[in-house]
């Protein structure tokens, strides 16, 4: 009877869950947010059978540095089985990724999305950085997102992984927008969300606080950790 039981309960797991049940995908949550913003992906990439890691991180209290030692050793400690590590990041997370890489690599490192990363910094930094309001909202890590040669994602280089970055044409802070060259997400540019190496890149409909909540964003999230690409579908929201 236990036999069967076993059998009865092996046929009900997915041929994806069962093959993905030593890939990791670690979610990264963006400044002055927390991890309960990556719970839509959590639970998508969950149902697939993909161990998740969703890391909450203190974002607001520290440089990247220090962010990115912080968050390497919570990954080490949490996927210490894993064939792979995929990552999907939003806004700063994808920073903290390109840093680590840089400078003490995960050797294991899969396929990696970005959400509205900003790889080339924001000019609204470069304006309002070192403002007491900007810094109280955004801590020592959001003074390092500059666009220029002081700024931390300058220094990064190109990527060297599959890296799939989608970015949103949607913004409702127009304050920013005005500050931002050409088209953006209310917080980071199309051009600034690129970078150099990239696999893949996806402009949807959406905006910068929301982009990791549409499905759109979500589907094609879980598309490229499986097969390294976006669908490039229309729609937004």
Known sequence: MKHLLFLFLLLQVSPQAYAACDEYVVLLHGLARTSRSMEELEGAFSSE???VVNIDYSSREYGINELARIVREEIVSKTQDAEKI????HSMGGIIVRYI??????PDIGRVVMLSPPNHGSEVVDLLGDTWPF????GPA??????DEKG???SLGRVDFETGIITGDRSFNWINSLIIPGKDDGKVSLNSAKVEG???FLVLHVSHTFIMTD???IMNCLYFIKNGGFKHPSGGD
């Open 101 to 106: 890489q840089k400078n003490d690599p995960l």
């Open 152 to 154: 931390l994602p300058y």
């Open 86 to 89: 995929h990552f999907v990041t």
């Open 142 to 147: 959001g003074k390092e997102l500059g666009t």
């Open 215 to 217: 499905n759109n964003a």
């Open 135 to 138: 810094e109280l909202i955004n």
């Open 198 to 200: 990239m696999t893949d």
């Open 49 to 51: 059978g993909y161990r």
